[in-house]
């Protein structure tokens, strides 16, 4: 039988299938409690899907920001030619601090996305770049380290081969000693 899954969840569920379907009636009977056994933990196992990420991308979006209406498609688009959980989008929507929001809403939204960015191993990057918009940063989902950056102007083919650089650099970099794909990376607007 040809495996095409990762996750070992399918390929025991599958394998276990095949036996039974193989198996004389007699021989099913008594398989019978076996395989309860097995969908009960089955069932209780994460699937690969369930699994953390290799990568997050740390993406600052906004839904009044003309910019991110075109970097959050390609994004998605990029995204989706991996296999499903391997890459993780985390939006830090800053929305409510636009033009009109009051200085104590704006402090509002900022703390939030700077709660959600601590979150996720990433506070140092709202304080490099929080309040910007159409930036979107990837990183090691285990340490939160920065592995590249996407901007705007990039097509989704471009995101795409740096994402699988990064999962590269993410599987088999060093925790801890993981250095920048590049220096695609604008400087921090923050102090």
């Known amino acids: 039988m040809l495996m095409r899954s990762h996750d070992p969840k399918q390929i025991l569920q599958a394998s276990f299938l095949a036996h039974f379907r193989s198996s004389s009636a007699a021989q ?3 398989l019978m409690p076996y395989a309860l056994i097995l969908l009960l933990i089955l069932w209780s196992l994460p699937s690969a899907a369930q699994a953390e990420p290799t990568v997050k991308i740390i993406n600052f979006t ?16 990029a995204i ?16 409510g601090a636009g033009r009109r ?13 700077l709660q959600h960015a ?18 979107a940063v990837a990183v090691a989902a285990d340490t939160g380290e920065l592995l590249t950056c996407f901007m705007r102007p ?12 990064s999962l590269e650099l993410a599987d088999h970099g060093k925790p801890g000693k ?13 102090g």
């Open 28 to 30: 099913r009977d008594h």
């Open 178 to 190: 993981r250095r920048a794909l590049d220096q695609h990376c604008p400087n921090p607007v923050r």
């Open 62 to 77: 906004a839904d009044w920001c003309p910019n991110c209406h075109i970097l959050n498609p390609r994004l998605d688009e």
């Open 101 to 113: 929001a009051s200085p104590l809403e704006r402090a509002a939204v900022h703390t939030q996305a």
């Open 154 to 165: 990039m097509t989704a083919g471009e995101i795409e081969a740096r994402l699988q650089l």
């Open 80 to 95: 989706s030619s991996f296999e499903t959980g391997r890459i993780e989008r985390i939006d830090l929507d800053t929305t």
């Open 118 to 135: 601590a979150d996720h191993q990433v506070a140092y990057l709202w304080h490099r770049y929080g309040g910007v918009t159409a930036i």
